[in-house]
């Protein structure tokens, strides 16, 4: 399955946001990984903030396990100082509904 959403990244946070994923948590990386995660990307539209985030998973459930996960939170807390992120630190993230694949 493939997964596309969309998040809004604060005005000129984009350096830390990198940053921070640059030096993304070990044990966060683990847990992406064992929930079944793979080409994850996250792209930045630098006129907006948009980011866009992309991954494929086998196992969709698995994602709803995702936000009781304290290294999750933890993560969520992180980044909630340079991104919108609704009332439990979660980044407000939109789902972004396919269109089009080309195999």
Same mark, same amino acid.
Not at 85 to 93: Q, R
């Given at each position: 399955m493939r997964v596309a959403f969309k998040m809004k990244l604060n005005k000129g946070c984009e350096e830390e946001y990198r940053k921070r994923h640059d030096a993304l948590w070990p044990e966060l990386r683990i847990l992406l990984k064992n929930t079944? #995660? *793979? /080409?994850?990307?996250?792209?930045?539209?630098?006129?907006?903030?948009?980011?866009?985030?992309?991954?494929t998973i086998d196992d969709a459930d698995k994602l709803t396990k995702l936000p009781n996960e304290p290294?999750?939170?933890?993560?969520?807390?992180? #980044? *909630? /100082?340079?991104?919108?992120?609704?009332?439990?630190?979660?980044?407000?993230?939109?789902?972004?509904?396919?269109?089009?694949?080309?195999?």
């Open positions: 079944g #995660m *793979k /080409d994850y990307s996250i792209f930045l539209d630098e006129e907006t903030n948009i980011l866009f985030g992309y991954f290294v999750m939170k933890k993560w969520w807390h992180y #980044m *909630k /100082d340079i991104m919108q992120t609704n009332e439990d630190a979660s980044p407000v993230s939109i789902s972004l509904k396919e269109v089009f694949y080309l195999e």
